[in-house]
């Protein structure tokens, strides 16, 4: 009989809403302060920390709970899962993850195999954050390329990434994955995905690049685009905050206890979530 994780006394319905839902919003220092920010760093085993990565990850998970994506028989879809707990937290909570990542020769040739490349599906629950049986059941994995998505991902209630399309080699190819990736959820299902954001800048970017670094003016470009095509996309919030550390810039070599803004190059970057609905709902 598969053995159920233990679960903490945070799964509860009382996280979807007393809140206020999550908008297609920038990282900002107030977050980290919130209760619900608190009790999933709690249940991936983590303190709070001013950092944006672990506002990236905590974000998807709230913005998916407030959706109900995150339950029994839920099907979910990772792309560039690389090692994140993600995949193993919605495996606690009853969900069927397909991870996916970039195919490992590729990611080794872009530099990104110190701890950053998924290799298979038993790279994905090293914090032991679900039961192995139950992980070993409702995990799985596949190499995917972001820019050729297989027709044959489909029919799931739910996907995300944290900061992956940015590395597709173009903003242009970026907003295509923010299109193609629809066509892997049902009607109705919901998309989460981050991003690097230019805050210095809505003209100079980096672009043509491993990394490029989205503007307003391209966010608001494909939000438009696919709000014509009859999806839905959440609010659009570009405040970055008001309290002492969302004015802090961390810059290179990124070693600052703050780390909600840095600087890449000569521009200054922080990240920025998506909550998009595919039409059909």
Not at 73 to 87: C, D, I, S, W
């Amino acid at each position: 009989m598969e053995q159920h994780a233990k679960q903490p006394r945070i799964w509860n319905t009382s996280l979807r809403g007393d809140f206020g839902k999550r908008r297609s919003e920038l990282c900002k220092a107030k977050d980290i302060g919130s209760e619900w920010y608190k009790r999933w760093c709690q249940a991936l085993g983590e303190a709070p920390q001013f950092h944006r990565k672990q506002w990236e990850f905590v974000y998807i998970i709230q913005a998916l709970w407030e959706r109900g994506c995150l339950g029994e028989n839920k099907r979910g879809l990772v792309f560039a899962a690389g090692t994140e707990p993600l995949p193993s937290l919605f495996a606690s909570l009853g969900c069927h993850i397909l991870a996916t990542d970039i195919f490992p020769e590729e990611g080794i040739r872009k530099g990104w195999n110190n701890g950053q490349l998924c290799f298979g599906v038993e790279e994905l629950n090293k914090r032991g954050l679900c039961d192995a049986e139950r992980f070993s059941k409702r995990v799985a994995y596949q190499a995917v390329d972001m820019n050729a998505i297989p027709a044959s991902l489909s029919d799931f209630d739910f996907n995300w990434s944290s900061c992956s399309f940015e590395h597709l080699g173009t903003i242009e190819l970026g907003c295509r994955f923010l299109k193609n990736q629809l066509r892997t959820l049902k009607p109705g299902g919901w998309a989460v995905h981050t991003t690097e954001y230019n805050i210095s800048s809505n003209d100079d970017t980096q672009d043509h690049n491993d990394t490029v670094v989205y503007r307003q003016r391209d966010i608001d470009a494909i939000v438009n685009e696919l709000r014509a095509e009859g999806h839905f996309v959440e609010e659009l919030d570009y405040s970055m905050g008001g309290l002492p550390e969302d004015f802090q810039v961390d810059i290179h070599p990124h070693l600052q206890d703050v780390h909600l803004k840095l600087q890449l190059d000569k521009y200054v970057v922080t990240s920025m979530g998506l909550i998009i609905r595919k039409k059909g709902f």
